[in-house]
T-cell receptor, first 117, second 114 residues
Framework: NAGVTQTPKFQVLKTGQSMTLQCAQD?????MSWYRQDPGMGLRLIHY???????DQGEVPNGYNVSRSTTEDFPLRLLSAAPSQTSVYFC????????????????FGAGSRLTVL | AQSVTQPDIHITVSEGASLELRCNYS??????LFWYVQSPGQGLQLLLK??????LVQGIKGFEAEFKRSQSSFNLRKPSVHWSDAAEYFC????????????FGAGTTVTVRA
């Protein structure tokens, strides 16, 4: 059981370049989300999805796009990277039914460190 | 406005000493409460969670947390820290009406000295 897998682990971009951060989970979780982590600011929610074909904006969505064509995958796209998007990105997923009880808690990937020059 | 506050940015503690990390929240109703730990270069791991009932919650790695409704707090404690407890700790909350979207505090970095 691989859990939540993020690729790449590290990426350096130039301003204006585009790229996609990949996130895949093999736990059949309906809910998937992307956070960015910046020093002194904790984790902030970028986008989330409660199922295939359904996405919504979080706290800091500007500059990012997402799609959810399958239950397993939730890619995060940067269409035109900016230095302000230099951050560590985390994908997290959870089963929706039953609330956050027992083992049904948000599971995080290992993170993707992005640097925009 | 809803918020999660971790007042301490950085705490240094001696190995074997006790540790307490503070977390305060500002929500209209009692939310679900969580503590996560992030070791250097790693993702986040859940330490413990509070939903209802007993206000003292036990977690993994010898950690516990106490929910105090009157103070809107959910402080994390460990009686005796180990060098491996050096990490960043995040308090998180989720609304009961929308429990999958967690809001995180800014984090507290814990350094353990020998």
């Amino acid at each position: 059981n691989a859990g939540v897998t993020q690729t790449p682990k590290f990426q350096v971009l130039k301003t204006g370049q585009s790229m996609t951060l990949q996130c895949a989970q093999d736990m059949n979780h309906e809910y998937m989300s992307w956070y960015r982590q910046d020093p002194g600011m904790g984790l902030r929610l970028i986008h989330y999805s409660v199922g295939a074909g359904i996405t919504d904006q979080g706290e800091v969505p500007n500059g990012y796009n997402v799609s959810r064509s399958t239950t397993e995958d939730f890619p995060l796209r940067l269409l035109s990277a900016a230095p302000s998007q230099t951050s560590v990105y985390f994908c997290a997923s959870r089963q929706l039914a039953g609330g956050p009880t027992g083992a049904n808690v948000l599971t995080f990937g290992a993170g993707s460190r992005l640097t925009v020059l | 406005a809803q918020s999660v506050t971790q007042p301490d940015i950085h705490i240094t503690v001696s190995e074997g000493a006790s540790l307490e990390l503070r977390c305060n929240y500002s929500y209209g109703a009692t939310p679900y409460l969580f503590w996560y730990v992030q070791s250097p270069g790693q993702g986040l791991q859940l330490l413990l969670k509070y939903f209802s009932g007993d206000t003292l919650v036990q977690g993994i790695k010898g950690f516990e947390a106490e929910f105090k409704r009157s103070q809107s707090s959910f402080n994390l404690r460990k009686p005796s820290v180990h060098w491996s407890d050096a990490a960043e700790y995040f308090c998180a909350v989720g609304l009961r009406s929308n429990d999958y979207k967690l809001s995180f505090g800014a984090g507290t970095t814990v350094t353990v000295r020998a």
